[in-house]
């Protein structure tokens, strides 16, 4: 069971957000029905990348086998 504040990797792309699978965020409110969530995305300067509300199957917990990567996200007009 996920818990607010608890950091998760996205596991499929979310084009609407600019986000793909792999990328890191925080979920920041768990909905009543506990399977979908608010979850937040930070560039590495800390600033909201994005918000999206996600469902359980889109995300998993990270590992101690997981790598930190960076990439850019889309520019948006």
Request: zero cysteines; a negative charge.
């Amino acid at each position: 069971m996920f818990k607010e504040h608890e950091r998760i990797v996205l596991t499929s792309d979310l084009p609407d957000e600019g986000l793909v699978a792999g990328d890191v965020g925080s979920i920041v409110h768990i909905y009543a029905n506990t399977e979908t969530f608010e979850v937040e995305f930070f560039g590495l300067d800390g600033d909201t990348a994005a918000v999206a509300t996600i469902t359980q199957s889109q995300i998993r917990p990270i590992t101690n086998r997981d790598i930190t990567h960076a990439r850019q996200m889309p520019t948006t007009a």
